[in-house]
C-alpha cells in the first residue's frame, strides 16, 4: 500500500503559467481533500470530493479548479499561477468524513 | 476569525518528561476532534482522535482529554522521547458540516532535548 502519493514533489512556476496536481490513493477511499499550508498557518482547505465524479469548495477556492474522475485520483489546477499561491499542497483521503490520511506534500514556487 | 487556535507556537520539554500541547476551539458544533503530527518535510501523520462524547482517549503514550465546557482539548505525551520533536496540529471536524473537513489550528513546535 502506498497510501497517497502526489506529484510532483516540487515545482517552479512563473506568473501566469498553469500546471496540475496529481494526487492519487490505494485505499478505496471516497472522500479526498486538498489543502495548503503557508508558513505560520494551519492546513486550509481549497476543494474536497465525497466521491468519483464530486467536488466540491473549501474554504480558499479562488484560482484553482479540481476533477475526480476516478475514485483514486484528485487533481488540483492552477490555470493562470499568482505569487500568492506559493505554498506547500497536500492531498489527504478518508473512507468516511472523519480521519484523513495524507500524502508527502507538493512545493510550490511561482515567482 | 480563528476557530481553532493553538496558543504556544513552540514548547520544549526533557527526554522523559511530559509534554502537554493545548488546543481551544470556539465552535460548539465541533463533534471530533484528532492531532495530526508532523515532519518537516513530510506530510501531517495522524495521531490521535477524540469524539466530543469523550473526555479521553488514550493510545500508548498519547492521551487526548478534551473539556466540553471549556472548549479545550489538550494532548498529553509521556513520556517525552526525541523523537516526538515536530509540529503538532489539531484538527476539528463540525457536526454535519461539509462531508468531514476539518478546521485545523496553526501548531505547535515540539522539541524534546535528550
Known amino acids: 500500500n502506498a497510501g497517497v502519493t502526489q506529484t510532483p514533489k516540487f515545482r517552479v512556476l512563473k506568473t501566469g503559467q498553469s500546471m496540475t496536481l496529481l494526487c492519487a490513493q490505494d485505499?478505496?477511499?471516497?472522500?479526498m481533500y486538498w489543502y495548503r499550508q503557508d508558513p505560520g498557518m494551519g492546513l486550509r482547505l481549497i476543494h474536497y470530493s465525497v466521491g468519483e465524479g464530486t467536488t466540491a469548495k473549501g474554504e480558499v477556492p479562488d484560482g484553482y479548479n479540481v476533477s475526480r474522475l476516478k475514485k483514486q485520483n484528485f487533481l488540483l489546477g492552477l490555470e493562470s499561477a499568482a505569487p500568492s499561491q506559493t505554498s506547500v499542497y497536500f492531498c489527504?483521503?478518508?473512507?468516511?468524513?472523519?480521519?484523513?490520511?495524507f500524502g508527502p506534500g507538493t512545493r510550490l514556487t511561482v515567482l | 476569525d480563528q476557530q481553532v487556535k493553538q496558543n504556544s507556537p513552540s514548547l520544549s520539554v526533557q527526554e522523559g518528561r511530559i509534554s502537554i500541547l493545548n488546543c481551544d476551539y470556539t465552535n460548539s458544533m465541533f463533534d471530533y476532534f484528532l492531532w495530526y503530527k508532523k515532519y518537516p518535510a513530510e506530510g501531517p501523520t495522524f495521531l490521535i482522535s477524540i469524539s466530543s462524547i469523550k473526555d479521553k482517549n488514550e493510545d500508548g503514550r498519547f492521551t487526548v482529554f478534551l473539556n466540553k465546557s471549556a472548549k479545550h482539548l489538550s494532548l498529553h505525551i509521556v513520556p517525552s522521547q526525541p523523537g516526538d520533536s515536530a509540529v503538532y496540529f489539531c484538527a476539528a471536524r463540525a457536526y454535519g458540516g461539509s462531508q468531514g473537513n476539518l478546521i485545523f489550528g496553526k501548531g505547535t513546535k515540539l522539541s524534546v532535548k535528550p
Open positions: 489527504a483521503s478518508s473512507i468516511q468524513p472523519r480521519t484523513q490520511y
Open positions: 485505499m478505496n477511499h471516497e472522500y
